[in-house]
């Protein structure tokens, strides 16, 4: 920088700045005292009404607005406007009863409540009254009510007005009634002395069905309405008059507790409010008076100065609500958070002087002051053209600026007085007489002396330069854009000065040394001092903490860091639209914003006064109490709102259940927190569709889905404020039926059906298997008749061939004159056809009967062959023989066959053997002989002229017989029995019989 030309151009300038300062008009204009910020109701939610007449919360956190044009519901996204036809439409004084019915009165004479989501006229009184009459409503819906000099209660919108017994001795109006929170009735009364000049309320108590007097209230002046009003679990009753405000407390006396002079209550005074703190509001129509607990004001001026001021409320969170008679309904988040309106085309960065006092100039050449001596706005000069730096200097508690001009301000004295400083961009005292000053390219060391530069520093830094124009010694210490400044009051002459290359300390005049971090430059947006210490923050979000050059400690705050201040183990910083609090020990972070108070508009500065964080923004200067926690404990009222089904609208249920078709869902909710100003969050998600949260704003607040398949779902939905405090979950059952053909019911139909065919179709099944059955059994029948039939016919067949044999062999006894073997022969034929008659008609023979027969017949062909023909029947089992059943029949053909065409011709020894065992389950019956065998046999058949014999013919047609209706198959087995020389040795017959 060119410090000799600049001398050059500064001496004209000085001249002119002469010449203007000599005419120019300093003025000082006194400010309005600091309010909480308000911010209009109407505005932020897009309310029309603006005469606003009473509010209030219902037991579901819905809102409740009486106006001029109607009654009104916000539930947080949604105005419901509720009014009746009969009436007019102007409401005032809302009440509740215990079940939550909202109550408002008209202008006109009518109470009207409101049930089941509509008004309703609970009494007309417009004959009774002649102005706005009192009412007061008890927890079980009764309805008291003033009219002129009387009483009345009513029960229900059905019943009758019943008067109150008359009071002795009233002789004027009722002012006022109310209901303590005991529900005893209280009401107030106007009489008047004698004299006429005192005036006085009686204040009556219904108690236990008597009237008791609680006392009198005396004062001079005109009577007024008095108001009654029940905070904080006690009654109140306010009187004003020309001369003060008097509130009283209500109990078994009557106590005053507040009295307030005219002066801070000029104006109609119309509500009063006492919060949990026993602070009070007045409303009026000049504007909203607060005092603290005991009665003294908490502003010089009022609140919402000349506004029409009417109903107060302060909840819980701190959110103060005032209704208005021409501005809608105000609120301010946190009346703890005050601001002052400084000017409407910005402030500069400003300065701090010992004693907590701020500063900062407009573009218009006004210095903003607000010290302990005043607060106020004083006009310095015209022309600024954009708002300069000013500078403290704490040796000579001056303040200095340059825009571009340069002044002093003697904080002292308050006055002003002209320099010859350059401009600059930011200047810190090292000494008296002795700066550090920044310019947007470059900074220097200054000292400023009538002389010479002190001998000191010319043995430090031989490179000074007198300017005998400035009258100072300058050394430029380094030539590159500066950031920041800061002083080490560590060190008598030691500073920090951020660069746009880096940080750098300077010690007892020396070149500076960069303090790096690992070797990292350290680029420092802003510099805060703390004592020795000092704090440095960086567009990055990196914070440091420095001593004598060194860094102490860094924290990663995660956001840029810009104007720094510090309170207890809190780091403040700015950002965009507010302040965080940074808690170096726990990472705690809390964001100040306008959410909280503030007003929406970029801070410039911030300071930290004992408690007090002092705020420097565009227009205002804020005062935030840092005692107070800001963080909103306090979640969103959730309100589940309207919900919308393939474009439908339907009511609000607590579950819903849909056919398939109808699948096309969005559900409306909402959130009420005047405090948070809609900056809601809200978190929700569909059970049966995902497990994850998803996100959405109070710009937004729906959730839409689309095509929801068949099933059971639950949707769930909280709302969180802007602190991240959240509800409890909302949840909301929905079932989407599935179509007819997917249900239970249609399967169990379907089924049903199913079985019914099936069964249907096993009935005619079984039905048609029963005939077939029938038939086959009668055929069965018919076939064993006939199976009988054949055997009979067999038997029948055998019989007369074994008979006429027989009688051969009986005849041939009695030609040799043998009559006792024929006898004996003849009594064993008998037995032998009786025993063939018995089994004519069986199916089936025991064995040990069948062996029996066997016997008796060969006995009987023995007796024919002689000597010469040997039998023998033996058995092998394991069963008694009279266990064992073969058809009947069976055996006896192949022994006569063995006897008439094997043993017949054979000579000399004739051998005939049977053996019975058991083998696989089967019944093995092995008959052999020893006869001439099967192929001699034929042979003398064919030459007889025979082809087969009746035996052999009775053998094949009984086992085809036998096979065919027994069930039980039989094998036969034919073998010739030969020697080694196939000479025939006999036959052996082999029959398998299943058991």
Not at 227 to 242: A, C, E, P, Q, V
Not at 432 to 455: C, F, H, M, R
Not at 761 to 769: D, E, F, G, K, T
């Amino acid at each position: 920088m060119n410090f000799w030309k600049k001398s050059i151009t500064y001496n004209y300038r000085w001249s002119v700045f002469f010449l203007l300062f000599s005419l120019a008009l300093i003025s000082i204009q006194k400010l309005s005292a600091q309010e909480p910020a308000f911010y209009s109701f109407n505005e932020q939610y897009g309310f029309d009404e603006n005469v606003i007449y009473d509010y209030e919360y219902d037991q579901y956190g819905d809102f409740w607005i009486a106006t001029s044009n109607g009654l009104y519901r916000y539930d947080g996204s949604i105005f419901h406007e509720y009014y009746h036809k009969g009436f007019p439409r102007e409401y005032g004084r809302i009440k509740m009863d215990g079940s939550g019915r909202i109550f408002v009165q008209t202008f006109m004479g009518q109470i009207l409540y409101v049930e089941n989501d509509s008004l309703h006229l609970f009494g007309d009184y417009s004959d009774k009254m002649t102005h706005l009459f009192e009412y007061a409503v008890a927890k079980d819906g009764r309805v008291f009510i003033q009219a002129g000099r009387s009483i009345f209660i009513q029960d229900s919108p059905s019943d009758s007005l019943v008067k109150i017994k008359a009071v002795k001795g009233l002789s004027n109006d009722v002012r006022t009634l109310s209901l303590t929170p005991q529900e005893d009735l209280v009401f107030q009364y106007y009489t008047a002395f004698q004299d006429g000049t005192d005036k006085f309320y009686r204040v009556m108590i219904l108690k236990g069905g008597e009237m008791v007097e609680l006392g009198k209230i005396k004062f001079k002046g005109r009577p007024v309405w008095p108001l009654s009003k029940i905070y904080n679990g006690k009654l109140y009753f306010m009187h004003y008059s020309d001369v003060k405000t008097r509130i009283f407390e209500i109990s078994d006396t009557l106590r005053m507790v507040y009295s307030i002079g005219e002066r801070w209550t000029r104006g109609m005074i119309q509500d009063f409010y006492i919060d949990k703190n026993q602070r009070l509001f007045l409303s009026s129509k000049s504007g909203l008076f607060p005092f603290d607990e005991k009665g003294s004001p908490l502003s010089e001026h009022p609140w919402l100065d000349y506004k029409n001021v009417g109903e107060i409320m302060l909840d819980n969170d701190g959110v103060l609500y005032v209704a208005t008679l021409n501005k809608g309904i105000l609120i301010a988040p946190r009346i703890q958070v005050h601001v002052d309106k400084r000017t409407d085309v910005g402030l500069s960065m400003g300065v701090m002087d010992d004693n907590g006092g701020i500063y900062a100039l407009d573009t218009r050449g006004r210095l903003h002051v607000d010290n302990r001596f005043f607060n106020a706005s004083i006009k310095i000069l015209d022309g600024f053209r954009s708002p300069g730096p000013i500078s403290f200097d704490p040796f000579n508690q001056k303040i200095s600026g340059a825009a571009p001009n340069f002044f002093n301000y003697d904080i002292r004295t308050s006055s002003f007085y002209l320099g010859n400083q350059d401009g600059f961009k930011r200047r810190k005292y090292l000494k008296k007489g002795v700066s550090v000053i920044t310019y947007s390219t470059s900074s220097i060391l200054l000292v400023k002396k009538d002389n010479e530069a002190p001998e000191s520093l010319r043995n430090k830094l031989d490179s000074f330069i007198w300017s005998p124009a400035k009258r100072y010694w300058y050394k430029t210490l380094r030539k590159k854009r500066c950031h920041a400044l800061a002083l080490d009051k560590g060190c008598e002459n030691c500073f920090y000065i951020g660069y746009v290359d880096g940080l750098f300390y300077y010690e007892n005049w020396t070149e500076g040394s960069r303090v790096l971090d690992d070797g990292k430059n350290i680029i420092a947006e802003y510099l805060f001092e703390e004592n020795d210490e000092v704090w440095a923050g960086t567009q990055a979000g990196i914070l440091y903490h420095m001593k004598n050059g060194i860094i102490l400690s860094k924290y990663n705050i995660g956001e840029p860091i810009v104007r720094i201040s510090k309170w207890n183990d809190e780091i403040i910083y700015s950002n965009n639209e507010g302040v965080t609090r940074y808690n170096l020990k726990t990472g705690k972070k809390e964001i100040i914003n306008w959410l909280d108070g503030l007003i929406k508009e970029k801070v410039v500065d911030i300071f930290v006064v004992n408690d007090t964080l002092k705020i420097i923004s565009e227009n205002h200067f804020s005062y935030i109490p840092l005692k107070v926690k800001y963080e909103n404990e306090k979640p969103p009222v959730f309100k589940m709102g309207s919900i919308t089904v393939n474009g439908d609208l339907l009511p609000s249920k607590p579950a819903y259940d849909f056919p398939h078709h109808k699948n096309d869902i969005r559900i409306q909710f909402g959130a009420l927190s005047f405090r948070s100003r809609g900056e809601h969050t809200f978190y929700y998600k569909m059970k049966g569709i995902s497990e994850k949260w998803s996100q959405t704003t109070a710009y937004a607040p729906f959730a839409s889905f689309h095509d929801l398949r068949p099933g059971q779902y639950e949707f769930q939905v909280k709302a969180c404020n802007e602190d991240g405090i959240c509800s409890e979950v909302h949840r909301l059952p929905i079932t989407i039926r599935p179509p007819f053909y997917r249900t239970l019911w249609f399967y169990l139909l379907i089924t049903i059906l199913i079985l019914g065919l099936f069964w249907w179709i096993v009935q005619q099944r079984l039905r048609v298997i029963g005939q077939r059955a029938e038939l086959r059994h009668e055929k069965e029948v018919l076939e064993k008749e006939l199976y009988r039939s054949k055997v009979a016919a067999f038997q029948t067949q055998m019989n007369p061939h074994f008979i006429f044999n027989a009688l051969n062999t009986i005849q041939d006894f009695i030609l040799r004159n043998d009559p006792d073997s024929a006898s004996e022969y003849m009594a064993d034929f008998a037995d032998l056809i009786r025993s063939y008659l018995n089994q004519s008609e069986a199916r089936s023979i025991a064995l040990d009967d069948e062996i029996q027969m066997l016997s008796l017949y060969l006995k009987l062909e023995q007796v024919r062959f002689g000597d010469e023909m040997e039998y023998s029947i033996k058995t092998e089992l394991s069963k008694y023989k009279d266990e064992y059943e073969l058809p009947v029949m069976l055996i006896q053909p192949f022994v006569e066959n063995s006897i008439k065409h094997g043993l017949f011709h054979k000579k000399g020894e004739k051998r005939l053997d049977i053996l019975f065992y058991e083998e696989n389950n089967y019944l093995i019956c092995v008959i052999t002989d020893n006869g001439v065998g099967r192929e001699y046999t034929q042979k003398i058949q064919r030459n007889k002229g025979k082809h087969k014999s009746f035996a052999t013919i009775a053998i094949d047609e009984r086992v085809h017989l036998a096979n065919q209706f027994s069930g039980k198959p039989i094998h036969i087995q034919t073998l010739d029995l030969k020697d080694d020389n196939s000479i025939p040795l006999g036959t052996r017959v082999i029959i398998k019989m299943l058991m």
